[in-house]
């Protein structure tokens, strides 16, 4: 779908587009705004290769939410000694089998596995997944911080069929309230929280709630259900909005340096690393 603008008011919600062209879209996403936040430099570099941790991360996922897709996108290695003569046909027999898939190991799969029943027995999860509900749903809107209209995405792990609840599922070696709290400010899950919630209000008109479930990757795998207050939302968007201007300023020409600042800058400690004797 070509990112070109459209008359005003203008939104786009799509049930069944691929991650590959939603992740190609130039709109700009929540991954987006975390790299503008460390400068445009960063925004401009192609992304991260894709590591160990992701690509667990994206199969868990899919058992979850697109089983249907499971034998398209994955293939898992069978246990076997290479080193003899049948092991390596049996090998050479697997690869070719699975070429174009991404390839799992026994150990990853059972892990996954594991993860997906955790969730899927888990009551909240339950509650939300109904049969009129979406997965992967994306969606399509414009920002307007200057002039000149910004096209934005997200695309919420799952809807509820009423369309007034968002489900991010997020695999985390520690689902705790203070432990996932942690992630929150690490990872700017609240930006993530706010910026998708903006979204689905102009695509819909609806003010939707956003629901973390967060799955630990470790046994016992528990899983926990969270929500975020105004206060945290509020913030998360005003880190969005400004990520928003940034990216507005560049695209106008006032931002002349791309990277980080060339003069030396001072750094001051945190509050918490300073102890009273």
Same mark, same amino acid.
């Given at each position: 779908?070509?990112?070109?603008?459209?008359?005003?008011?203008?939104?786009?919600?799509?049930?069944?587009?691929?991650?590959?062209?939603?992740?190609?879209?130039?709109?700009?996403?929540?991954?987006?705004?975390?790299?503008?936040?460390?400068?445009?430099?960063?925004?401009?570099?192609?992304?991260?290769?894709?590591?160990? %941790?992701?690509?667990?991360?994206?199969?868990?996922?899919?058992?979850?939410?697109?089983?249907?897709?499971?034998?398209?996108?994955?293939?898992?290695?069978?246990?076997?000694?290479?080193?003899?003569?049948?092991?390596?046909?049996?090998?050479?027999?697997?690869?070719?089998?699975?070429?174009?898939?991404?390839?799992?190991?026994?150990?990853?799969?059972?892990?996954?596995?594991?993860?997906?029943?955790?969730?899927?027995?888990?009551?909240?999860?339950?509650?939300?997944?109904?049969?009129?509900?979406?997965?992967?749903?994306?969606?399509?809107?414009?920002?307007?911080?200057?002039?000149?209209?910004?096209?934005?995405?997200?695309?919420?792990?799952?809807?509820?069929?009423?369309?007034?609840?968002?489900?991010?599922?997020?695999?985390?070696?520690?689902?705790?309230?203070?432990?996932?709290?942690?992630?929150?400010?690490?990872?700017?899950?609240?930006?993530?929280?706010?910026?998708?919630?903006?979204?689905?209000?102009?695509?819909?008109?609806?003010?939707?709630?956003?629901?973390?479930? %967060?799955?630990?990757?470790?046994?016992?795998?528990?899983?926990?259900?969270?929500?975020?207050?105004? %206060?945290?939302? *509020?913030?998360?968007?005003?880190? *969005?909005?400004?990520?928003?201007?940034?990216?507005?300023?560049?695209?106008?020409?006032?931002?002349?340096?791309?990277?980080?600042?060339?003069?030396?800058?001072?750094?001051?400690?945190?509050?918490?690393?300073?102890?009273?004797?």
């Amino acid at each position: 779908m070509p990112a070109t603008l459209k008359a005003k008011p203008w939104w786009e919600l799509i049930v069944g587009m691929s991650g590959e062209d939603y992740h190609a879209h130039d709109g700009l996403g929540k991954s987006g705004l975390d790299r503008l936040r460390r400068s445009i430099a960063h925004y401009l570099a192609d992304p991260a290769s894709s590591t160990t %941790a992701m690509t667990e991360g994206s199969a868990f996922h899919c058992r979850v939410l697109e089983l249907a897709q499971w034998g398209i996108r994955y293939a898992v290695a069978p246990e076997m000694d290479r080193r003899t003569k049948v092991g390596k046909e049996a090998w050479a027999e697997f690869q070719e089998q699975s070429q174009g898939l991404t390839v799992l190991t026994q150990e990853q799969f059972s892990r996954i596995e594991r993860m997906a029943e955790a969730v899927h027995n888990h009551p909240v999860w339950q509650s939300v997944q109904d049969e009129d509900g979406d997965a992967e749903v994306s969606v399509f809107w414009e920002e307007t911080p200057c002039t000149q209209p910004i096209v934005c995405k997200a695309r919420p792990d799952w809807v509820s069929g009423d369309r007034k609840i968002l489900v991010d599922l997020k695999s985390t070696r520690d689902a705790s309230p203070e432990g996932f709290v942690r992630a929150i400010a690490k990872f700017r899950y609240h930006v993530q929280a706010a910026w998708y919630l903006r979204g689905w209000r102009a695509a819909t008109g609806i003010d939707a709630d956003f629901i973390f479930v %967060a799955v630990e990757s470790s046994p016992p795998h528990e899983v926990a259900c969270y929500t975020l207050g105004e %206060a945290e939302l *509020a913030e998360g968007w005003l880190q *969005a909005r400004r990520g928003l201007r940034k990216f507005a300023d560049w695209q106008s020409g006032d931002v002349i340096c791309e990277g980080y600042p060339q003069e030396v800058q001072l750094l001051t400690l945190p509050r918490w690393e300073f102890r009273e004797e």
